[in-house]
Each structure stands twice: as structure tokens, then as C-alpha cells.
């Protein structure tokens, strides 16, 4: 099936960094979506982003939709502990409820 | 509360033992799905329902069945697990046709000896 490439796997980083990561896809995408899952739960969306080119923003977090509608990025600003987990990249089809996800970058903080 | 209720959340059996994880909703949502998390994979979808009685293989389907007998609930059953199906699962449901967010459950730990 179809994948998508995320990176980096993983980071580990000093508290107040910032941090950045993204995705890309061989196929083109309606819609980007990012979750993040903390240990021993399942994954919770942050950002839905669902047209090309679009900037959109949650608190510390930002995201944006690649105009090529093959990629996206994840910025988190001033990382703080509760940053910590793994964050998932997914893509969907416009009419199809189906999301390829991404492998998921972890990301560790030093305090 | 709104949420995706899977049971059990730990589970270690052995090769051949039929088993059954349990996943309910109370959104009222049409679609619900189940993916595996395995490392360096991340989530893989093995199966999906529109509604009711309407489900539909995923990306990983082999050695799993379902069924949508009501709205609410979306049984995964392996009839002979492997090892190689020791994962974490992760249940999932959403409404269809708008710009509704996958709500997951707080997953399945399976280990098959």
C-alpha cells in the first residue's frame, strides 16, 4: 500500500528547542493531518490541514501543506517537556475515510 | 465522554488460541477501522467499515477478520494467531463524508508466544 516517508525517525533535544519534521509522498494527498501519541495511549490529532499551501497553527505548534500536495511539515517552537511522544504524519484522499500514515518521529527532551 | 473503548489493553496468549479485542464507540460515527503499530512501520491499517454490515480489507489484512453487526462495536478476531501478529492495535472511528478527525482508542497490547 501506500506509504509515507517521514523524518527525521527520531530526535533528542534541549528543552526550549525548536523543532521541525516532515513528510513526503509519492502520491498526491487532499488532506494532511498530524497526531501525536503519547506512551501508552493512541494517537491524538493536532493539525488538520486541508488545502495546498496552507499554514495553520495550534498553540506552539505550526504546519503546513506542501504546494505540490505531496509533503508537510511539523514545526513545535520552545519545546517543553510534554512535548515528549511520538508525532505521526497522515495523508487522505478527498472521499476516501482511509489515512496512510507515516513511521512516526519520537522525539526525547533533556530537561 | 466521547470515546473508543478497546479491551482488553494487555494481552499475551498463545500461537493458535483464538482470540477476540473487543473496540466500541459512543459518537454515533459510521466508520471504524483497525491498524497495527509496529516500529519503524508505523500505523498500518488492517481492516474498515463504512457501517454496518459493510467492512472491507486494509493494507495488512491476512490472519484477521471483523464484524459490524451494530454501529457502536467493531470486533478484531484472530483465529489462529502467530507471532508474528504480536503488535500493538489501535481501534478507530469517525463520521463519513465531512472533515471529522480519526478519534483512536488507547490500543491493544498483543503478545503471541
Known amino acids: 500500500g501506500q506509504q509515507l516517508n517521514q523524518s527525521p525517525q527520531s530526535m533528542f533535544i534541549q528543552e526550549g528547542e525548536d523543532v521541525s519534521m516532515n513528510c513526503t509522498s509519492s502520491?498526491?494527498?487532499?488532506?494532511w493531518l498530524w497526531y501525536k501519541q503519547d506512551p501508552g495511549e493512541g494517537p491524538v490529532l493536532l493539525i488538520a490541514?486541508?488545502?495546498?499551501?496552507e499554514l495553520t497553527s495550534n498553540g506552539r505548534l505550526t504546519a503546513q501543506f506542501g504546494i505540490t500536495r505531496k509533503d508537510s511539515f511539523l514545526n513545535i517552537s520552545a519545546s517543553i517537556p510534554s512535548d515528549v511522544g511520538i508525532y505521526f504524519c497522515?495523508?487522505?484522499?478527498?472521499?476516501?475515510?482511509?489515512?496512510?500514515f507515516g513511521q512516526g518521529t519520537r522525539l526525547t527532551i533533556n530537561p | 465522554e466521547a470515546q473508543v473503548t478497546q479491551n482488553p489493553r494487555y494481552l499475551i496468549t498463545v500461537t493458535g488460541k483464538k482470540l477476540t479485542v473487543t473496540c466500541s464507540q459512543n459518537?454515533?460515527?459510521?466508520?471504524m477501522s483497525w491498524y497495527r503499530q509496529d516500529p519503524g512501520l508505523g500505523l498500518r491499517q488492517i481492516y474498515y467499515?463504512?457501517?454496518?454490515?459493510?467492512?472491507d480489507k486494509g493494507d495488512v489484512p491476512e490472519g484477521y477478520k471483523v464484524s459490524r453487526k451494530e454501529k457502536r462495536n467493531f470486533p478484531l478476531i484472530l483465529e489462529s494467531p502467530s507471532p508474528n501478529q504480536t503488535s500493538l492495535y489501535f481501534c478507530?472511528?469517525?463520521?463519513?463524508?465531512?472533515?471529522?478527525?480519526?478519534?483512536f482508542g488507547n490500543g491493544t497490547r498483543l503478545t503471541v508466544t
Open positions: 478507530a472511528s469517525t463520521f463519513t463524508g465531512v472533515r471529522s478527525p480519526l478519534h
Open positions: 459518537m454515533n460515527h459510521e466508520y
Open positions: 497522515a495523508g487522505q484522499l478527498t472521499g476516501a475515510q482511509k489515512l496512510v
Open positions: 467499515s463504512m457501517n454496518v454490515e459493510a467492512t
Open positions: 490541514l486541508y488545502k495546498a499551501g
Open positions: 502520491s498526491i494527498f487532499n488532506t
